[in-house]
């Protein structure tokens, strides 16, 4: 049974470093997917989720006045 691969050792890292670096890439994808509009329409992800449902329901400004719970609700 000396055929059998190894196991990888186990690297031994501090746990403030292995928290800065998940942190770090954590908040830059958050800014990248979220935070930031989009270059095609300047909107962000929240908006056009709000702009989509408004549009499902049939919301436009000609029509009369509508509470905003129905969109966010």
């Known amino acids: 049974m000396s055929d059998v ?3 990888p050792q186990e690297e031994s ?8 670096t998940r ?5 830059l994808s958050t800014i ?3 935070a930031l509009p989009d270059v095609r329409d300047g909107l962000k ?7 989509f449902a408004m549009r499902q329901l ?8 509508k509470k905003s719970a129905r969109v966010v609700g």
């Open 45 to 51: 992800p929240v908006h056009r989720r709000l702009l």
């Open 13 to 20: 890292v501090s746990l403030k470093a292995a928290l800065e």
């Open 32 to 34: 990248t997917n979220r």
């Open 58 to 65: 049939r919301l436009d400004p000609e029509q009369g006045f």
């Open 23 to 27: 942190y770090l890439a954590y908040a």
């Open 5 to 7: 691969d190894e196991l």
